[in-house]
């Protein structure tokens, strides 16, 4: 039921900055707040933003959360190997009473 | 150390039920908001359904009417049935807590369902 949109990757060079956008409704990114999750190979997800620009004790703070209206933004600075994983951006949604993912970012370090 | 371990899962007929377990430790399921989360193998994540602290519960269409999530305080411990399963449904599940709706806080390690015949 993914009704958020994500771009299926998103790639850069060590050192870099990558932006990984989200779109969705007013029912959901537009009246909720978004949170961000990391899945890195072989693992389970992991909460990287939360409260679309909070970052939980240990996460680093190359990354960073955005919101601006239907859409959110999760960045990487400095992009390192140990980033490459696959990003989902999630919010619940008032219409539908269910919690939505994004359809997730593929990010390659190049 | 917050820690979710879920088990339950394995190889069903379609059609067949299965009851997944989540034993939570170092805080109490009651508190939290409680969720699954599924992953079909090479797709992203669904999610499927969610329980409030005070026992409301919400699900994902797509499993509405056969899953039902519920807890047991005494044992710290959320669970999924699952009856009428079909193919849509092999994934890896995941159980989560949250402090607050919406917030994913921690998953467990996951346990995969596989229908088949």
């Known amino acids: 039921q993914s009704v958020l949109t994500q771009a299926p990757s998103a790639s850069g060079t060590p050192g870099q900055r990558v932006a990984v956008s989200c779109s969705g409704s007013?029912?959901?990114?537009?009246?909720?707040?978004v949170y961000w999750y990391q899945q890195l190979p072989g693992t389970a997800p992991k909460l990287l933003i939360y409260?679309?620009?909070q970052r939980p004790s240990g996460v680093p703070d190359r990354f960073s959360g955005s919101k601006s209206g239907t859409s959110a933004s999760l960045a990487i600075s400095g992009l390192r190997s140990e980033d490459e994983a696959d990003y989902y951006c999630?919010?619940?949604?008032?219409?539908?009473?269910?919690?939505?993912f994004g359809t997730g970012t593929e990010v390659t370090v190049l | 150390e917050v820690q979710l371990v879920e088990s339950g899962g394995g190889l069903v007929q379609p059609g067949g039920s299965l009851r997944l377990s989540c034993a939570a430790s170092?805080?109490?399921?009651?508190?939290?908001?409680m969720s699954w989360v599924r992953q079909a193998p090479g797709k992203g994540l669904d999610w499927v359904a969610v329980?409030?602290?005070?026992?409301?519960?919400f699900y994902a269409d797509s499993v509405k009417g056969r899953f039902t999530i519920s807890r047991d305080n005494s044992k710290n411990t959320l669970y999924l049935q699952i009856n009428s399963l079909g193919p849509e449904d092999a994934a890896v599940y995941y159980c989560?807590?949250?402090?607050?709706?919406?917030?994913?806080?921690?998953w467990g390690q996951g346990t995969p369902v596989t229908v088949s015949s």
């Open positions: 999630a919010a619940w949604d008032d219409s539908l009473s269910v919690y939505v």
């Open positions: 007013s029912s959901n990114i537009g009246s909720n707040y």
């Open positions: 329980i409030y602290g005070g026992g409301s519960t």
């Open positions: 170092e805080f109490t399921v009651r508190d939290k908001y």
């Open positions: 989560t807590s949250g402090g607050s709706l919406g917030s994913l806080d921690y």
């Open positions: 409260r679309n620009s």
